[in-house]
C-alpha cells in the first residue's frame, strides 16, 4: 500500500478525518494506533500519516510512545494531522520533535478544529457548531489531501502562538491529573454489563469484574469508556449525568475496537 494513516481517536473525530483523508489519497491503509508490546512499529508505505486528537496541548502519551516506536523507510513522506476542540497548543511542534528524535522528518503538520469531546468542560456541542466545524475542517482537509498527494514539503502550521514550554508544562499537569481523573470513573446502576467499554478502551484499561467495569491506572482520559456507553452509565465523577454525550455520529463504536491493524 503507498500510504498509510495511523489514528489515535476516543470518540471517532480523528478516526473520520483519517477515513476522509483516505478516501481523497486513495491506496491508503488505515491502522489503529493502540496500546502494545511490540518494541517496534514499521511502516513500509511510501507516505506515512498520523491523525490524533490534541491532550492538554500536546499529543496524547499514547501517540508519543507510538512515534517513539516508528520505523519508517528512509526516503518517506512524513505528515500528521492533529484535531482539537479550540487550542492545538504546540501539539505539532511535540510531533515534530518526537519524530526527529528517531530521525524521521515531519515534511507537513497540520491542525484542524473539531467539536469538543472532553466532557469535564461540558457536553456535546450543539448541531450547528458541531455541523460548522466539521464542514470546515472536511474543506481544509481536501487542501492537505492536494499538499501530500504532491509531496509537498512545509512548515508545520501553529495555528495559535502558544510558548513550547507552555505545553510541556500543561502536558506534564495533565499526565498527573490522569491518575486522579482515572479514580473519579465508575458505572452506575444503569450498567448492564455488556462490556463495550472494555472494548473501546485504547490502553485495555478497563476490565469487568462481577459484570461490572473497573478501571486500572493505564488510562489516556480519552472517554471512550464513557462516550461510547450505550445506557449512559458511565460516570465521571458527579459533573456527567446532566451532561450531554459525544461520538462522531458517523463513526461506529466497532470501528475503535479492532486490534493494530484496521
Ligand atoms: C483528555 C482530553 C484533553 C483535551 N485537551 C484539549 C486541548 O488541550 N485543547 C483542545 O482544543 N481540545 C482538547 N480536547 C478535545 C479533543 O482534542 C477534540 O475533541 C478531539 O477532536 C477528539 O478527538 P477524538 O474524537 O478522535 O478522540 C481534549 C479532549 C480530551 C479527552
Redesign the pocket.
Known amino acids: 500500500m503507498p500510504n498509510e494513516i495511523f489514528f489515535f481517536?476516543?470518540?471517532?473525530?480523528?478516526?473520520a478525518l483519517a477515513k476522509s483523508l483516505a478516501g481523497k489519497l486513495g491506496n491508503t491503509r488505515l491502522t489503529r494506533i493502540a496500546y502494545t508490546d511490540d518494541a517496534e512499529i514499521v511502516s513500509t508505505a511510501e507516505k506515512v500519516g498520523i491523525i490524533y486528537?490534541?491532550?492538554?496541548?500536546g499529543m496524547p502519551k499514547i501517540v508519543k510512545a507510538f512515534i517513539g516506536k516508528l520505523k519508517v523507510p528512509p526516503n518517506s513522506y512524513v505528515f500528521a494531522v492533529c484535531?482539537?476542540?479550540?487550542?492545538?497548543?504546540s501539539s505539532m511542534k511535540q510531533t515534530q520533535k518526537a519524530l526527529a528524535a528517531g530521525n524521521i522528518k515531519l515534511n507537513a503538520g497540520f491542525g484542524l478544529v473539531?467539536?469538543?469531546?472532553?466532557l469535564p468542560f461540558g457536553g456535546a456541542e450543539p448541531e450547528e457548531k458541531f455541523q460548522k466545524k466539521v464542514g470546515r475542517a472536511e474543506t481544509r482537509l481536501e487542501r492537505i489531501a492536494g499538499i501530500v498527494k504532491a509531496g509537498e514539503s512545509r512548515n508545520i502550521e501553529n495555528p495559535w502562538y502558544f510558548p513550547y514550554w507552555l505545553t510541556e508544562l500543561a502536558n506534564r499537569y495533565f499526565l498527573k491529573s490522569i491518575v486522579k481523573e482515572v479514580k473519579k470513573l465508575h458505572a452506575d446502576d444503569k450498567c448492564t454489563g455488556c462490556g463495550l467499554c472494555t472494548k473501546v478502551c485504547p490502553t485495555v484499561n478497563v476490565r469487568l469484574v462481577e459484570g461490572k467495569p473497573q478501571w486500572g491506572t493505564n488510562c489516556e482520559?480519552?472517554?471512550a469508556c464513557l462516550q461510547w456507553c450505550p445506557v449512559h452509565a458511565v460516570q465521571m465523577g458527579n459533573i456527567s449525568p446532566d451532561r450531554k454525550r459525544y461520538h462522531?455520529p458517523d463513526i461506529q463504536a466497532k470501528e475503535l475496537i479492532t486490534d493494530r491493524e484496521f
Open positions: 481517536s476516543g470518540t471517532g473525530n480523528s478516526l486528537p490534541v491532550y492538554s496541548f484535531n482539537y476542540a479550540g487550542m492545538s497548543g473539531m467539536p469538543s469531546n472532553y482520559l480519552c472517554l462522531h
